[in-house]
C-alpha cells in the first residue's frame, strides 16, 4: 500500500519497502489519486519516489 504522508512505502509479502528519499506529498498524491486501492509494486514505487524528488530537489 502507498503512503503519502512525506514518504513512499509499499507492503509486498509482508514485507514494507521504503523509499530512500523523503518526498513531497502532492506529487505523491497526484501520481496514486486515481488508484483507490493504491496497489503498487515495491520497485514501480520506488522509482516513482525517486522521480518526485529528482524533479523537486534536483538530486538521485
Same mark, same amino acid.
Given at each position: 500500500?502507498?503512503?503519502? +504522508?512525506? #514518504?513512499?512505502? #509499499?507492503?509486498?509479502?509482508? /514485507?514494507?519497502?521504503?523509499?530512500? /528519499?523523503?518526498? +513531497? ?14 496497489? #503498487? +509494486?515495491?520497485? /514501480? ?16
Amino acid at each position: 500500500m502507498l503512503i503519502c +504522508d512525506g #514518504v513512499i512505502s #509499499v507492503m509486498f509479502e509482508g /514485507v514494507r519497502f521504503w523509499s530512500d /528519499v523523503e518526498q +513531497d506529498k502532492h506529487c505523491c498524491e497526484k501520481k496514486y489519486s486515481g488508484n483507490p486501492k493504491n496497489h #503498487v +509494486d515495491p520497485l /514501480v514505487a520506488i522509482k516513482v519516489a525517486r522521480g518526485c524528488a529528482r524533479s523537486r530537489y534536483g538530486f538521485l
